[in-house]
């Protein structure tokens, strides 16, 4: 089939790939336009256009509404359109020009954790298993017909980048296979159940503050969870009732220590520890403000904390 391969992020470039070494033809790829970042604020490609340039496949850029956008998909005569994590909504009288429709890598299994954000959510919940559904896009928020799932169990010691990663190369093959059997006339779309329903908006920053007075369990959660973006964090006082920012890495529970408060910081040598509302937890990787990420001892070492020390008391 030819397919018009609509993606932004890293994680959709190994369903590029695995279409590009497919029997199908990837006649053009829909990404974002060039993002600013970093500290220049120079426009950056998304990692899909890198691809695909590299690739030699033409790269569309331009958001997929209007005339002159409906115009140029009809004359890719597309029989498909493949989709990972793009990032624009698209509007029915797009949704209608591909004859078999646009199909969607979502990194969840349908119906639970529908949005932005599934992976870090299935992580904050302490969900065992999760995975990937192909399914075809309709005008809702990842309602459509679904045409196959894999599982994915969660692991212990996952962030949410880690289990991310290993999703998007599992789903790139099940999404060859879903237009595989769409192109032989042998995929039966199957509705979504209505049980089972589950949302998972995009994390904001508010959402990765670490409040040590919840349970070590659901800290450990949280910061794996928004591992690496959005970036777990808690506050650090400054005086004169000020705080200032500190992000967090992974911590790892420690159940045999439970003399420390909710926050409570204690700096060894080769440790620190902060006390949660049952045991602790060290602190693996901090980020002070303005500075690169460091091992939790040796910022301790520079910084000194004041012993009783609370973390997260204000922000």
């Not at 369903?15 to 970093?38: F, M, Q």
């Not at 009809?74 to 990032?87: H, I, K, N, S």
């Not at 996952?158 to 599992?170: F, H, I, M, P, V």
């Not at 904001?204 to 040590?212: E, Y």
Request: glycine residues 10%; charged residues 20%.
């Amino acid at each position: 089939m030819r397919l018009l391969f609509a993606g932004t992020p890293q994680v959709a470039v190994p369903s590029l790939e695995a279409l590009i070494a497919s029997r199908h033809e990837v006649v053009a790829v829909l990404t974002r336009a060039d993002a600013p970042a970093g500290r220049g604020r120079r426009l950056v490609p998304s990692p899909v256009r890198v691809a695909a340039e590299e690739a030699g496949i033409p790269v569309i850029t331009d958001p997929p509404r209007g005339e002159e956008f409906l115009a140029r998909l009809r004359e890719l005569a597309v029989d498909a359109a493949p989709v990972v994590a793009y990032g624009h909504l698209l509007r029915p009288d797009v949704l209608a020009v591909p004859r078999h429709g646009w199909v969607n890598l979502h990194f969840s299994v349908l119906p639970a954790w529908r949005g932005a954000a599934p992976v870090q959510r299935a992580v904050i919940a302490g969900d065992e298993v999760t995975g990937a559904t192909t399914f075809l896009l309709d005008e809702g928020m990842d309602t459509g017909p679904v045409l196959g799932t894999l599982t994915e169990t969660v692991r212990p010691r996952d962030t949410a980048g880690d289990l991310l990663d290993r999703l998007s190369r599992a789903g790139a093959g099940l999404l060859v296979a879903s237009l595989d059997a769409l192109e032989e006339g042998s995929a039966q779309p199957q509705p979504q159940p209505a049980d089972g329903v589950s949302i998972a908006p995009k994390l904001t920053p508010a959402d990765a503050f670490v409040d040590f007075r919840v349970p070590a369990l659901a800290v450990d959660r949280l910061v794996r969870g928004c591992t690496p973006a959005p970036g777990a964090w808690t506050t650090l006082p400054a005086g004169d009732g000020q705080a200032t920012r500190l992000g967090l890495g992974p911590v790892v529970p420690r159940p045999d220590v439970t003399d420390l408060s909710p926050g409570e910081l204690r700096a060894g040598k080769k440790e620190v520890l902060v006390g949660t509302a049952t045991h602790a937890v060290q602190l693996g990787d901090v980020q002070p403000v303005g500075k690169r990420p460091m091992a939790a001892a040796d910022w301790a070492r520079g910084a000194r904390p004041a012993e009783g020390t609370v973390l997260g008391a204000a922000r």
